[in-house]
């Protein structure tokens, strides 16, 4: 158990729906990301939050937003669900001390199935 | 395109022999390096790092090796036991690039009692 915790564990929706994806981090972590698994693109990093502020951008659609809440925990909201948003949506967290890489642990993930 | 690749998608050995896991890099500017182990169902789980200054890294039954001169990065795993039976993907961060992970596309290893 990394002490990432992700909510829900599955999820099954329609095309066009919003669904919103919950995350959170480690105790202690300051630092989130998520990234996206599919079977033709990998483990993929869509985006960083650090202490409630954006810090880095990956292949994000521009359907796709997060935040990270006043309580370290986050966000990831996806819109406009189309077929190919089906996928396990991971969120990983770490110290996130500044001007140093520091490990990620992943969380769990949530399964979308979007039909 | 990834600037991290993996030479074999599947590795299959026997219990109690060594695996290694290889993986190949592009980038130059990469200077830290992970190794995640992912089992069915379950999110990556962190194995082991490195980082651009080291060439050799030991944890518990794994080693990482990194070569910088042809970009290689290995993961040995003594004495492989059927729990290490999973998909290993190799990370890597780009110096600079805010921590941001780039992943390989993984190697499935099958343990056989």
């Known amino acids: 158990d990394s002490g990432v915790t992700q909510t829900p564990k599955h999820l099954i929706t329609a095309t066009g729906q919003r669904v919103t994806l919950r995350c959170s981090p480690r105790?202690?972590?300051?630092?989130v990301y998520w990234y996206q698994q599919s079977l033709d693109q990998g483990l993929q990093f869509l985006i960083q939050?650090?202490?409630?502020?954006?810090?880095a951008k990956g292949n994000i659609l521009e359907r796709f937003s997060a935040q990270q809440f006043p309580d370290l925990h986050s966000e990831l909201n996806l819109s406009s669900l189309e077929l190919g948003d089906s996928a396990l949506y991971f969120c990983?967290?770490?110290?996130?001390?500044?001007?140093?890489?520091?490990?990620?642990?992943f969380g769990p993930g949530t399964r979308l199935t979007v039909l | 395109g990834e600037s991290v690749g993996l030479h074999l998608p599947t590795l299959s050995v026997q219990e109690g022999d060594n695996s290694i896991i290889n993986c190949a890099y592009s980038n130059s500017a990469s200077d830290y390096f992970i190794w995640y182990k992912q089992e069915s169902g379950k999110g990556p789980q962190f194995i082991i790092d490195?980082?651009?200054?080291?060439d050799k890294r030991q944890g518990q039954r794994v080693t990482v090796l990194l070569n910088k001169t042809v970009k290689h990065l290995s993961l040995q795993i003594a004495a492989t036991q059927p729990g290490d039976s999973a998909v290993y993907f190799c990370a890597e961060n780009l110096r600079g690039s805010n921590y941001k992970l780039t992943f390989g596309k993984g190697t499935l290893l099958t343990v056989n009692p």
């Open positions: 105790s202690g972590d300051l630092s």
């Open positions: 939050y650090y202490n409630g502020e954006e810090r």
């Open positions: 990983a967290s770490s110290v996130g001390r500044g001007g140093a890489v520091d490990t990620q642990y």
């Open positions: 490195i980082r651009s200054n080291m």
